[in-house]
């Protein structure tokens, strides 16, 4: 603090976590203005020209222009002119991040495809507009997958201890139905809204239900056989917020030259 209490402009600076080429920036744009001089000239701030700059610093973080910052200054009823202004800066605050996640999502899918399939799976907005969708259905399926994978955990492993200490067995049948028949219902639910990409020729295909049904597989992946180049191998699954226009067993044209296209291509009225 310099002399009587006042501050010096770097001292102000200091005070308020700025720089000394702030406060003169603001001092030329009229939004501060010095208490009074030193002997030697130098601007002196008080602490009143102290609040006055953090609150300058605020409002400029929150993001308002120097404009409306000085607007807010001179009114006599700086709430009421306050309160306008920041709530039409939270909208735009909003939109923006709503426009930012949107790219994030867009970034996000494409970094994933590139990621675990190999390529780019979407090159139009559209495209990847469906893409994203895809993904969240993806999500919400798993939720529900993994919902109902408790519901059948807990009716064979309940129906067994309920067994075991009453003697009482004919509900365990009954539950290994229900696990037996809700296991299938999710294989071929699943089955129905995805295709897979063969990691050596790259042809998309869905695969046949008892083909389907054996294999190895892991969250994102299933060991088959691609019917375009007849080799096994770990292809990617590709899942679908609809379910596939594809018969089992066939590629999805575009993406293979071999016999499976063809037949495909008339069952779809050659097109």
């Known amino acids: 603090m310099a002399e009587n209490n006042l501050y010096q402009t770097g001292e102000l ?3 308020c976590g700025t720089t000394v080429r702030t406060v003169q920036y603001y001092d030329g744009k009229g939004l501060l ?4 001089y030193s002997e030697g000239g130098r601007r002196l701030y008080s602490e009143a020209d102290a ?5 300058i610093l605020m409002l400029k973080a929150a993001g308002l222009r120097l ?14 002119v306050l309160k306008p202004l920041l709530d039409e800066q939270a909208e735009s605050l909003e939109r923006e991040i709503d426009e930012s996640s949107k790219r994030l999502q867009v ?17 139009t907005e559209p495209a990847m507009v469906e893409r994203m969708n895809d993904e969240k259905a993806r999500t919400r399926w798993w939720i529900v997958m993994i919902i109902i994978g408790v519901f059948m955990d807990a009716a064979w492993i309940g129906t067994l201890v309920l067994g075991i200490v009453t003697g009482v067995w004919w509900p365990f049948p009954v539950a ?3 696990v037996a028949a809700a296991g299938a219902w999710m294989v071929a639910r699943n089955s129905s809204h995805s295709t897979y990409i063969c ?3 790259g042809a998309e295909f869905r695969p046949k239900m008892g083909t389907y049904f054996v294999s190895n597989h892991t969250p994102r992946t299933r060991r088959l056989t691609c019917p375009c180049c007849h080799q096994k191998d770990w292809c990617v699954e590709r899942y679908h917020e609809l379910p596939v226009d594809l018969a089992p067993g066939q ?3 575009g993406t293979c030259h071999g016999a499976c296209e063809v037949k495909a291509g008339d069952s779809h009225g050659g097109n």
């Open 67 to 80: 404009a409306q910052i000085k607007g807010v200054l001179e009114s006599p009823n700086r709430d009421a």
């Open 199 to 201: 990691p050596v020729c």
């Open 33 to 36: 203005a010095p208490f009074g």
């Open 51 to 55: 609040e006055r700059l953090r609150f």
């Open 176 to 178: 290994l139905a229900f």
């Open 13 to 15: 600076a200091d005070a």
């Open 107 to 123: 970034l996000n899918t494409a970094r994933a495809d590139l990621e675990h399939i190999g390529k780019l799976m979407a090159t």
């Open 251 to 253: 590629c999805v044209p």
